[in-house]
């Protein structure tokens, strides 16, 4: 793995977008893998303002969403499509026939509509490049602890810490989703490159047992000890319980 520090939350912005930009331009039709959350909110930033004052071109990229709550539709607010929609995929140029997220209000069965994702982006020829942030308890899409490491998209139940963590994206007389459709663990590790985004104190403790403890399913982002391409951009308050932040910074 290899572990970025940076200065702060600016800098892994920058940077995180500076990945993904140089894989655009690499390969014009990168399949994309995203996420939401507060995380990456910064590198959707740089990125729209590549696009806008760069040329970034993003109209042959395809992406792939990480998650979506069930029983949320695209067009609640606290959706991820919303989310995705307001800040990101409106400020660039994205086909929006290339876009893909989980359908939270699938019709018919649920266990068909998650292998028919998957499905798609088999047909697709699988992600290049797939964003992550991670949650408090270590959890990397909504694949919370006990998720297998070798699941695939299904539905998961989000757990009491990760339900509190959302209550503030929701207003107090919505209801909060107890549950979520996600890409499993064995969805993201067959991802070719994974970036890894954390930021704040709140994060710290599980960026540390996810690099440097045990693999596990109790922390479902330490599964990414296993993938051979994983580069993990962490500020200064994620970093900070590392035990080996010097040699992760040796620039040698
Ligand atoms: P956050 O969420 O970026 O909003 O902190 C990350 C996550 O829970 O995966």
Same mark, same amino acid.
């Given at each position: ?110 266990? /068909?509509?998650? #292998?028919?994702? @998957? +499905? ?5 020829? $699988? ?6 942030? =991670? ?36 207003? /107090?007389?919505? #209801?909060?989703? @107890? +549950? ?5 663990? $064995? ?6 490159? =994974? ?43 994620? +970093? ?13």
């Amino acid at each position: 793995m290899f572990v970025i520090l940076c200065k702060g939350y600016a800098e892994l912005s920058q940077q995180s977008a500076g990945i993904v930009a140089a894989a655009i331009r690499k390969r014009p039709d990168l399949r994309l893998g995203l996420a939401t959350g507060t995380t990456p909110l910064g590198m959707y930033r740089e990125l729209a303002r590549m696009h806008r004052e760069e040329g970034l071109d993003f109209s042959r990229v395809v992406t792939f969403n990480l998650d979506e709550y069930l029983g949320l539709a695209a067009d609640h607010p606290q959706s991820a499509h919303a989310f995705m929609q307001n800040e990101f995929f409106k400020h660039v140029n994205v086909a929006p026939g290339n876009i893909h997220i989980p359908d939270g209000t699938p019709s018919g069965d649920l266990d /068909e509509y998650c #292998a028919m994702y @998957e +499905a798609i982006i088999q047909r697709a020829g $699988g992600i290049d490049v797939q964003i992550l942030g =991670i949650g408090r308890n270590g959890h990397i899409g909504f694949n919370e602890p006990s998720s297998s490491l070798a699941s695939r998209t299904r539905i998961k139940t989000l757990t009491r810490q990760t339900l509190e963590d959302n209550r503030r994206l929701f207003q /107090e007389s919505q #209801a909060i989703p @107890e +549950a979520a459709v996600t890409m499993g663990i $064995g969805t993201i590790l067959d991802a070719r490159k =994974i970036l890894l985004l954390a930021s704040a104190t709140s994060k710290a403790a599980a960026l540390a047992r996810s690099i440097e403890g045990p693999v596990t399913a109790h922390v479902t982002a330490s599964a990414l000890q296993l993938h051979r391409d994983v580069t993990i951009l962490a500020d200064e308050q994620a +970093a900070a319980e590392l035990s080996e932040r010097e040699y992760y910074s040796d620039p040698a």
